[in-house]
């Protein structure tokens, strides 16, 4: 795989720091999650393929150890706010002096420096912080968060792992590591660069939720069939308009020009009855093969289901049944392979992979005793 032999120490965290961690292991990078002690189980849903090792960081001998695995390591990625790693002395200062090849990624919501830089915040708060926020909602009504994708995982984990990719192909010239400061808020911007740089274009003069791709086109909406699920529209462009009102059994002369946007409400209206009509699946058979743009809006239970995803396998499922997204992209010569098996409990790989960092097990069993590291020993001899 792409990554095959890279290193990577990941600090237990929360949503986008497991994320980017799970790239990096689904296209070959050894990544290790370091887990606190005493920790019955650990949230990280997105552990595939991942080692777990649970080491007391309250413990000088902790602290020391989680040092040795840093600096023989490629890529540490830490998730906490500004200056934990530094009480610790674990900063990047200290780990690229004795290793100057690491990559140190430093994962947080509004980054290593600014006035908020020590503060609490979730991905709500990075994504207002981004401008985004302010653009996202239907007309006449508040901002509205997507889940949390957009600073979380899309403007912090998955830009992230490109930082950590980019510093990885830089070393290979230099020879040299360095610090990543990846900023949801400021990765949540740049996702939204489109955004920023069309305005020039005409593209978001309206109010939120009255443009084109904001919900205010009723050609670039859902809409509700008769079973009560949706179909997705995207029909843009006057060639594939044309194609939408030929599905709907709509002549163009008698209706308004696609794009009078006082006209708009009454076009959504039309299409919402129009949509109303038909179930999900007819709407399906109709519009599939044509470039209406129309497609189904398809729930976890259909997705894997659907004959494009599954022709693709688009989906895999782990050891256990649980379905899930497979990587992307798909590389043609070197691609991913996720691992499926369970995600580790943590410390469950705490005696092997001290052994591969070169520990005697002697000294691996004088840190047990001693309470510097835990080994989650049941799982471990299944």
């Not at 929360?14 to 292991?25: D, E, S």
């Not at 001998?61 to 600096?71: H, M, P, S």
């Not at 990075?126 to 949390?148: D, I, Q, T, V």
């Not at 002369?253 to 109303?276: K, V, Y």
Request: include cysteine.
């Amino acid at each position: 795989m792409a990554l095959a032999g890279v290193r990577v120490i990941e600090l237990a965290g929360l949503a986008p720091a497991p994320f980017c961690g799970m790239i990096l292991a689904d296209f070959g990078a050894k990544v290790i999650r370091v887990d606190r002690t005493k920790v019955a189980a650990s949230m990280d849903t997105q552990a595939r393929g991942k080692r777990s090792v649970a080491i007391n960081l309250k413990t000088a001998e902790g602290v020391a150890l989680l040092r040795k695995l840093c600096v023989q390591s490629d890529v540490v990625l830490e998730p906490y706010r500004k200056g934990v790693m530094e009480k610790l002395g674990l900063g990047p200062a200290e780990l690229l002096m004795e290793n100057p090849r690491l990559i140190y990624a430093r994962l947080t919501g509004y980054g290593q420096t600014g006035s908020y830089a020590t503060a609490a915040g979730h991905d709500i708060n990075y994504l207002a912080m981004s401008g985004l926020l302010s653009r996202l909602g239907r007309s006449g009504e508040k901002p509205y968060a997507p889940l949390n994708l957009l600073a979380d995982f899309a403007g912090g984990g998955l830009t992230c792992a490109l930082g950590i990719v980019l510093a990885l192909l830089e070393r290979t010239k230099s020879g040299k590591g360095q610090v990543i400061d990846a900023s949801m808020v400021e990765g949540a911007a740049y996702t939204g660069s489109f955004i920023w740089k069309s305005r020039s274009i005409g593209l978001w003069d309206r109010s939120r939720g009255e443009n084109m791709l904001d919900s205010g086109a009723p050609f670039y909406d859902t809409y509700q069939t008769s079973d009560g699920k949706y179909m997705a529209v995207g029909a843009i462009e006057p060639q594939f308009y044309n194609q939408l009102l030929q599905g709907l059994e709509l002549n163009t002369g008698d209706l308004p020009p696609q794009m009078s946007f006082d006209d708009w409400p009454e076009l959504r209206r039309i299409f919402t009855q129009r949509f109303a009509s038909k179930t999900q699946a007819d709407w399906s058979r109709i519009f599939d093969g044509t470039d209406a743009c129309v497609t189904p809006v398809l729930t976890f239970e259909q997705v894997s289901s659907h004959p494009h995803n599954q022709e693709r396998g688009s989906f895999v499922k782990d050891s256990s049944g649980q379905e899930s997204p497979r990587p992307a992209p798909v590389l043609s010569r070197t691609p991913a392979e996720p691992g499926l098996g369970s995600s580790p409990d943590p410390g469950e790989h705490t005696v092997e992979v001290l052994e591969e960092y070169g520990f005697a097990s002697s000294e691996i069993d004088k840190m047990v005793a001693a309470g510097v590291v835990e080994c989650s020993a049941v799982k471990a001899k299944l």
